[in-house]
């Protein structure tokens, strides 16, 4: 939930309402979910759209192959109110997952094209390592030349022998600390199956998201 917490954290106040209005500032951001094939972006996606059903824009969309693997992109938009320093905005926010597949790499540069932020979703699998770093370093080189903020979540935290926390941070050369000094996690632990860490690795980077635009 966007919830009284973080409101009371970053002194804004994030209420869900799809209703547009006029005397509003209008504000639009897009999220991009970042990450080697199979990773669970779409899982995320999915999972995002049911908790927020109560500000969804729209019922969205997903192009995939027959075998369930995202061919395209899948998108859909969620609007809310959001007030800082007294000021009342209208966010919306295009939620979108890029194909992690590697044949299809020339689709995720447009799927990136024009992003406020990503979620990049590495995966726990151990033999999983060398796709999680290949596809973090292609997204650093895009984030860093673009200065946009990013979050890392490790999915299948529930498949055996996963891979620790910690190795996983040394292979993609992330700090080893806990969390930054802003108190978000250095990395998201979640089992997007089941819907779990999905909502807060999605809600701290929007927090990053509209700090940055505010602060520019
Ligand atoms: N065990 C486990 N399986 C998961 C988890 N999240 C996703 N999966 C499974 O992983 C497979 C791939 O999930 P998707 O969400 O389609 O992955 P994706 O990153 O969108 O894949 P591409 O679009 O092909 O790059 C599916 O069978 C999911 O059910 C998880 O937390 N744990
Ligand atoms: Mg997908």
């Known amino acids: ?92 926010v295009q939620i979108v997952t890029c194909t992690g597949q590697e044949r299809f790499l020339s689709t995720r540069e447009y799927v990136l094209d024009g992003a406020d932020g990503i979620i990049f979703v590495g995966d726990s699998n151990p033999d999983k390592i060398e796709e999680n770093k290949r596809s973090f370093r292609e997204l650093i080189s895009f984030a860093k030349s673009n200065r946009i903020p ?9 498949v055996k022998n996963a891979v620790s926390i910690n190795d996983f941070k040394k292979q993609l050369d992330l700090p080893a600390e806990e969390k930054y000094k802003d108190e978000t996690l250095v990395v998201y632990p979640s089992i997007a199956v089941k819907g779990e860490g999905v ?17 520019r």
């Open 150 to 158: 990013y979050v890392v979540q490790l999915n299948k935290r529930d």
């Open 1 to 92: 939930m966007l919830n009284a917490k973080d409101n009371n954290k970053q002194g804004t106040s994030l209420v869900g309402n799809s209703q547009a209005d006029g005397n509003r500032s209008m504000l639009q951001f897009k999220v991009v979910y970042w990450g080697p094939g199979e990773s669970g972006k779409t899982t995320n996606f999915i999972r995002l759209r049911e908790k927020f059903s109560y500000i969804k824009l729209n019922k969205g969309y997903s192009i995939q192959t027959t075998d369930g693997r995202t061919l395209w992109q899948d998108s859909f938009f969620l609007s809310f109110n959001f007030t800082t320093k007294e000021k009342l905005y209208n966010v919306i």
């Open 199 to 215: 909502m807060k690795c999605f809600e701290d980077l929007l927090v990053q998201i509209l700090k940055h635009f505010f602060n």
